[in-house]
């Protein structure tokens, strides 16, 4: 199997300015056409840091990717590293030239500046893959059957340049293995337990099959990842095991393909014909915008509300004032007054609400930091929980918040139809 | 200044199926206390292989801090490794196991698997900090006066060992150099121009201060840290170098401190005492996450609304059905009505809205992918605008435009104010 080494070039990954995001979206397309990345390196935009990581990258990968320091601005030094490594030197590249005119010109930018047609200039033994999106073209370098591509550092340019020109151009150059994924998301188990009641079913796994525990929130993800040659082979492999694994864990498992719970949900609403709308307060639009992140929601989805001042719950979600006057606007009872009216309001199956505490401040009433009550309504049926998250910052217990609650809403769905 | 190395264990950041959150808040935190990350590390969950990173990783750093592979499951290998890379023993810990059956007691867990049990073994050179979110405890080794940090990879256990335990541990330990950042955010130049602008003031910075271009959307951060011993010393250079760089790019300049785009905002609503409230389509709530994901945004946030079908817009924002009609939902009308509609209904100073097309799909009415109108009401005054981004993903999409209504709101607000 080929191995490829991913470098991120860029001071502010490492001075935590910025979340590495271009490294996973390339493993992950890396990894469907069968190339395993072993390494993912971020360092700092130095010469003799950038060489020094490309040489050692070459002893571990066929491949390495590099993204970020090809900028117009004097902090980026990555091209020139590339060269003095290939022992190349930097040229004008025409195509290169005319195509970023070209795009300049297409953003009305008629004057070309001295620092913009420096990203013309390419090592001279590179091949170019144009960037559509932006200024920095990508260059690839070739040694020894070793490649080397370098990339702009920005996400959205990084996206299409491997979707579209760089995993089409390595399917073509090498003869590769696949790697086909199965996961099986598992609630109410904690990880400890459920690894005993798979134990000898894990350990009689076929040897090119491999097994990981992905907790997220409050539930397991099991990855069955299958490598081999022969493509419906694998998949057919990887049914057969997910079949033996069924019986021992039935009645905990929620879905044995999708991976995001939000997209689970989406089959399931999707099959079922039924709707959907929320009514937030402490999770703020997150589980909202969950929901709508899966392409097609619109479908099943029609509409949320984030009533975020307590006198909008009671103008927008008649949620009664007697209510939160009687129990706190953070209680069972105005969460399921808010999903109530919710379901009103959008006329949907199932209303889902929150209502808590984010911090860092306490809130309005004083209840603590870390409590959240939601309500989940399907038809006339409505299921009350709390949850205590003290330890979480204010985003991630947002986040954590609407995946329970997705979670939960999928767990019944589930259990319905059983 | 001290130099540290972040290692993160772990093949599901490997395989893309994880974004590693872990360094990155790491990083800030060190960088908080003056101490450099210079190299982030991701590697598989292999004992040689966990083995050799330590090992060039101490050939760069005094500090080493390993994230990930501590579970109770067979796929972690980090303590064996970091065992045998020290040359010690792993044995039973008396302390780590009396927390560990306490917290697994509070959890309602009366019964303690030998799974569990195990992760009270650490290496008996070790010093351990108690975890107090999950069951695997930090183990520090230290050799020659260079430290080795081995935390579990779960953020949420991660974030609390890091803060309340590690830092205020290497502060005492270490003394430290102070590093202090100031980002100055430049809207509506491009990268390009901009560094031609200030380039003879970048070129007379002092030695202990760099700068950086972190380009955020269609915003160009100007990152300037000093590095130095006295600490109110660097924070006055940085004010002094600020004050030169300002009559350069003034109009431009939206904020010289807080850095995200949402505190900004959240600064100038507070002081000014203004209310803001959002309507989302093509969003989904991401725009709404956003603001409400800032401590303290209640008080001038009072709601926001996904209306997502159609028929939502016109039922509750009142936008006309011959609107719709005459100019399809995904329209500068819509937008314009679905502020005035949301303005209304929140009874806010200020309205948001966003109505367009994320795709991957086409929307209802064929508009192109990637188009969006949103309009900015404050106020009587509307102010209406079309993007046009068919390059970017779903969530990214929906992440982009979010964060330019914001950068808008913000431009608006502080012309008004000159």
């Not at 910025?18 to 990345?37: H, P």
């Not at 013309?120 to 200024?135: E, I, L, M, R, W």
């Not at 609630?187 to 005993?196: Q, R, T, W």
């Not at 039935?250 to 089959?267: G, H, Q, R």
Request: charged residues 25%; negative net charge; contains cysteine.
């Amino acid at each position: 199997m080929k191995n490829a080494v991913l470098i991120t070039i860029g001071d502010e990954i490492l001075s935590g300015n910025t979340v590495d995001t271009n490294s996973n979206f390339v493993a992950t397309e890396l990894k469907n056409i069968g190339i395993k990345v072993s390494q993912i390196l971020t360092i700092s935009d130095e010469i003799e840091t950038i060489k020094k990581a490309i040489d050692s990258a070459f002893q571990i990968g066929d491949l390495i990717i590099t993204t970020g320091g090809l900028g117009p601005t004097r902090d980026d030094k990555t091209k020139k590293a590339i060269a003095e490594f290939f022992n190349d030197e930097i040229a004008l590249d025409e195509v290169t030239f005319n195509h970023l005119k070209a795009y300049m010109e297409r953003r009305g930018r008629l004057e070309i500046l001295e620092r913009n047609r420096e990203q013309a200039f390419v090592p001279t033994k590179s091949k170019v893959f144009q960037n559509h999106y932006g200024t920095a073209p990508c260059m690839m370098m070739e040694e020894n059957g070793k490649l080397l591509f370098s990339l702009p550092g920005v996400p959205y340019e990084v996206k299409p340049l491997i979707k579209d020109q760089i995993v089409p151009y390595l399917h073509e150059k090498f003869s590769l293995n696949y790697i086909t994924t199965r996961i099986v998301s598992v609630v109410g188990i904690p990880e400890s337990i459920l690894a005993d009641m798979i134990e000898a079913w894990e350990l009689a796994l076929p040897e090119n099959l491999a097994l990981s525990y992905l907790p997220v929130g409050t539930r397991v993800k099991l990855r069955l990842t299958a490598t081999g040659e022969n493509e419906p082979f694998l998949t057919q492999q990887l049914e057969e095991e997910i079949q033996k694994l069924l019986p021992l864990i039935k009645d905990n498992v929620i879905a044995t393909s999708e991976d995001k719970i939000e997209k689970i949900l989406a089959e399931i609403l999707t099959e079922r014909k039924l709707t959907l709308s929320t009514a937030e307060s402490c999770t703020g639009g997150e589980l909202t915008k969950m929901i709508t992140s899966v392409s097609g929601s619109s479908a099943y989805f029609l509409g949320g509300i984030v009533p975020y001042a307590t006198e909008k719950k009671i103008e927008i979600l008649k949620v009664k004032k007697e209510t939160v006057e009687g129990f706190t606007v953070v209680s069972e009872q105005v969460a399921g007054e808010m999903a109530a009216g919710c379901q009103k309001l959008f006329n949907t199956d199932i209303a889902l609400s929150t209502t808590g505490v984010a911090g860092p401040g306490k809130g309005e009433d004083g209840k603590e930091v870390g409590t959240v009550f939601y309500t989940i309504r399907v038809g006339d049926q409505a299921v009350n929980s709390k949850l205590y998250m003290p330890h979480l910052e204010r985003l991630d217990f947002m986040h954590f918040v609407s995946q329970k609650v997705i979670q939960d809403l999928v767990a019944i769905l589930i259990s319905e139809e059983k």
